[in-house]
Structure formats: structure tokens, C-alpha cells
């Protein structure tokens, strides 16, 4: 069965701190890795995309990483702000048909002053 | 700005009554979805449109219908509201090809049945 599994579930740090979320999955065949944020009470906005022969795609303080073998990536975030606080969401696509997108159910950051 | 614009942000409705969600989009986009959102799990699928009068069920489509009568137009209807379709509620669009894109999603509507 296709899942992805995020973690952690949740995650407190401090303002201007590094951090970095995971994304576990077993969608195969892939085709497209996306993380996208989620502020409270908003719809998910996209941050990156990666297709399965990429390594490492960046949008400005987020970076995201990408390795197909093992099937993880993980967003790491760096300088953190206080804007930075919502969810973060893995969402992967496999290579057989647009519309069998599979959401992972979210990490929630905190970032604190 | 291109955007995808949900009718409501919060309603409440009592049980048993017919809800409608609307979803306008500004993109030209052939995709619209609509999904839900539950604390603890991932976007969850419900129906989704590849084209004007097309419609195809999602993962999670039993209680639920759709129409899609203008190709910027996708809207949601809840047949008899039951308490168990509380929930936020999330339409995207996308370019043909749906997840080798990427979605717009709209902000959201949190349904509240009592």
C-alpha cells in the first residue's frame, strides 16, 4: 500500500534555530516529491517539488532532499522565524496517473521568541 | 495574483441539511479537486474533475457529490449533512497531469455540522 509517513509529529524550537522534518514513503513507482506549508487555517502552499532524479532543491530558507533509493526526504529549515510556524506537508505522486497524490499527514512547527 | 477562492471559511449546518461548497479558480486550470482534512491524517480525496461535466470519486466519496458545470467552477455538495463531515474542507486545481504540477489549493472551509 502507497503511504508516506512523516515525522515528527510535532516540533518546538527556538527563533532562529535550524530544523529539519522527515518524509518516509513507499509510493512506488514515483514520480514527484512536493512539501508544501500550511499555515493555520489556510490551504497548503507549495515549497518545492522534486522529480525522482533530483538530490536537492532549495526556496530560500527551505531546503529540501530528495534520496530515491532508500524513499525519505526530509525539509530542512534554516534561520528560523517566527512565520515559519505552521504545517509542513510531504506529498508524493506516483508514476501511474496525475491524480493518486498521497498526502502524509503533517509535521506541526512551533517556532517560539 | 492567481488564486484559488472557497466560497465560505467557517459554517456551521444542522444535520440532515444539504450543504453546497463552492470553488472558483482563476487559472484556466482542466483539474479541480476537493479534499478533507482531519487532525492526524493526510489530505484525503473525495471527488476530483479533469474536464467541464467530468467527475471521478476520490478515496472517500460515499455521502458526497460534485458538479462541474464551468470549467472555473467545481462545487461540493454534502447530500444530508451528517456530523461525521465535520471537517476542513480543500479545493485545488491543477494543470493536466495533476500531481506532475503541483496543486493551488484554495484556504479552506472548516464545516461544522450539529
Known amino acids: 500500500k502507497n503511504q508516506v509517513e512523516q515525522s515528527p509529529q510535532s516540533l518546538i524550537i527556538l527563533e532562529g534555530k535550524n530544523c529539519t522534518l522527515q518524509?518516509?514513503?513507499?509510493?512506488?513507482?514515483?514520480?514527484?516529491l512536493r512539501w508544501y506549508k500550511q499555515d493555520t487555517g489556510r490551504g497548503p502552499v507549495s515549497l518545492t517539488i522534486?522529480?525522482?532524479?533530483?538530490n536537492t532543491k532549495s526556496n530560500g530558507r527551505y531546503t529540501a532532499t530528495l534520496d530515491a533509493d532508500t524513499k525519505q526526504s526530509s525539509l530542512h529549515i534554516t534561520a528560523s522565524q517566527l512565520s515559519d510556524s505552521a504545517s509542513y506537508i510531504c506529498?508524493?505522486?506516483?508514476?501511474?496517473?496525475?491524480?493518486?497524490?498521497?498526502f502524509g499527514a503533517g509535521t506541526r512547527l512551533f517556532v517560539k521568541a | 495574483d492567481v488564486k484559488v477562492t472557497q466560497s465560505s471559511r467557517y459554517l456551521v449546518k444542522r444535520t440532515g441539511e444539504k450543504v453546497f461548497l463552492e470553488c472558483v479558480q482563476d487559472m484556466d486550470h482542466e483539474n479541480m479537486f476537493w479534499y478533507r482534512q482531519d487532525p492526524g491524517l493526510g489530505l484525503r480525496l473525495i471527488y476530483f474533475?479533469?474536464?467541464?461535466?467530468?467527475?471521478e470519486k476520490g478515496d472517500i466519496p460515499e455521502g458526497y457529490s460534485v458538479s462541474r458545470e464551468k470549467k472555473e467552477r467545481f462545487s461540493l455538495i454534502l447530500e444530508s449533512a451528517s456530523t461525521n463531515q465535520t471537517s476542513m474542507y480543500l479545493c485545488?486545481?491543477?494543470?493536466?497531469?495533476?500531481?506532475?504540477?503541483?496543486?493551488?489549493f484554495g484556504s479552506g472551509t472548516r464545516l461544522t455540522v450539529v
Open positions: 474533475s479533469y474536464d467541464v461535466k467530468m467527475k
Open positions: 485545488a486545481s491543477s494543470l493536466p497531469l495533476g500531481g506532475n504540477y503541483g496543486y493551488t
Open positions: 518524509c518516509n514513503y513507499t509510493v512506488s513507482p514515483f514520480s514527484n
Open positions: 506529498v508524493v505522486s506516483p508514476n501511474t496517473g496525475g491524480f493518486k497524490t498521497i
Open positions: 522534486m522529480t525522482f532524479s533530483e
